[in-house]
């Protein structure tokens, strides 16, 4: 597809809703209004019933991934005139977009600079094989002894990363500058790795990483029965979608002794949980609470992709993604 050109946008400001947008967010998003010719109209309420209004006479709206939207705010936004809904994530398991498609509505994704989440998940597996957790809270109350057992080097690792597009290519790439022996799952061969099948690769690998998209073909690819098939200290790490991982079965796994650790990004159960802060209020969620007791399991709040880079990515391609829909239809 061609790229937008300023010349392309030389016309009566596009009217885009923007839902769900943070302080820096907004801000990106006015900066870029004039450079793309927009008049967004925003907030940082997700979108609901409630305020599908915010919408009126806008026939794209761009949301955030933080918050489900429900099939009651999808025929509300109907209802207001909306058409396109730019989501600004790669996922969209906050969003039916079958029930969307079926009201008219056309729902897109985007996508941004993987080196945030491949970052990120290298990150989680140095500190998965080097008892991080354990380390620093220690050492937080003064107990600065080392730990009871060594922690190990990538080199000497197999690693297995399920999924080989843009992210789980990008994880293999720097996999590769630690010399480890690396294992690859996907339906098409991408990266320079062995590819093998799924359960060879979990019996083979010593980490076993997860860059798939959630489908109902994915939901708990890690299963009881593939936990159990891992090697005994093996570790688990997640900065995909939460319900890759069959989660009672991890935890049980976990506190039976058998893996070595997990290190999480993402949870089944995390809306509501995630992006808010419970000093003040219980945590619900049992199955977090008993990951989060275990000393050798590290649990971070789906804050992988939060970076600058990605933040400029994610905005700007969601615009885009309403320019070219209005092009499309600009004779419609």
Not at 287 to 311: F, G, I, K, M, W
């Amino acid at each position: 597809m061609a790229p937008l050109t300023v010349r392309m946008l030389k016309r009566e400001p596009v009217g885009i809703t923007i839902y769900g947008a943070g302080e820096d967010e907004a801000a990106l998003f006015r900066a870029l209004a004039p450079r793309f010719g927009i008049a967004p109209r925003i907030t940082g309420e997700p979108a609901s019933e409630a305020n599908a209004d915010l919408a009126a006479g806008h026939r794209c709206i761009s949301i955030g991934h933080k918050t489900r939207v429900t099939s009651a705010a999808l025929r509300a936004l109907g209802r207001a005139g909306v058409a396109y809904i730019s989501t600004r994530s790669i996922g969209f398991n906050h969003i039916s977009v079958q029930y969307a498609q079926s009201l008219g509505i056309e729902v897109g994704n985007v996508a941004y600079s993987s080196d945030s989440v491949a970052d990120y998940t290298l990150m989680l597996m140095l500190m998965a094989v080097r008892h991080a957790k354990s380390t620093v809270l220690r050492a937080e109350v003064h107990d600065y002894r080392l730990h009871e057992t060594r922690g190990r080097d990538l080199r000497d690792l197999t690693v297995g990363v399920v999924g080989t597009g843009r992210i789980g290519g990008a994880v293999v790439d720097r996999l590769r500058g630690f010399g480890c022996r690396i294992l690859a799952h996907d339906n098409t061969a991408k990266a320079a790795a062995e590819y093998v099948p799924l359960d060879e690769l979990v019996r083979r690998s010593d980490i076993v990483t997860l860059h798939t998209p959630l489908t109902p073909g994915t939901h708990h690819l890690l299963d009881r029965q593939r936990l159990a098939r891992m090697r005994r200290g093996a570790y688990v790490v997640n900065t995909g979608r939460g319900a890759l991982i069959d989660t009672e079965a991890l935890v049980s796994a976990l506190e039976s002794g058998r893996l070595g650790g997990a290190a999480l990004d993402v949870l089944e159960g995390e809306e509501g949980v995630f992006y808010v802060a419970h000093q003040d209020s219980p945590v619900e969620s049992k199955t977090l609470l008993r990951l989060q007791q275990l000393p050798n399991v590290l649990v971070s709040p789906h804050t992988a992709y939060y970076t600058d880079r990605a933040l400029s990515d994610t905005v700007e391609n969601s615009i885009v993604n309403c320019l070219r829909f209005e092009k499309r239809n600009q004779h419609g």
